[in-house]
């Protein structure tokens, strides 16, 4: 079984260049995690584009048999 960490470093690999592709189709420059940031505008958030995106091109984890992708 991969520890959590290793399994948080593959998810960060597999969907980074997806949240790439989403900001840089909307003319963004940077992306922040929400923790961070003070003052933002919602109008630009791309929260739902990503999650609907990455569900769509990783999956949900689950393979037919009912197991969790490790």
């Known amino acids: 079984m991969k520890s959590l960490k290793k399994e ?3 998810f960060l690999r597999l969907f ?3 949240l790439f592709q989403i900001v ?3 003319g963004g420059m ?4 929400q923790r961070n ?9 791309i929260t739902q584009d990503a999650i609907e ?3 769509r091109v990783l999956g949900d984890g689950i393979v037919s048999d009912g197991k969790m992708i490790e």
């Not at 940077?30 to 995690?33: E, Q, R, S």
């Open 8 to 10: 948080e470093a593959e």
């Open 16 to 18: 980074i260049p997806i």
């Open 24 to 26: 840089s189709e909307q």
């Open 30 to 33: 940077i992306l922040f995690d």
């Open 37 to 45: 940031v003070v003052l933002f505008d919602s109008s630009i958030d």
């Open 53 to 55: 995106t990455i569900d």
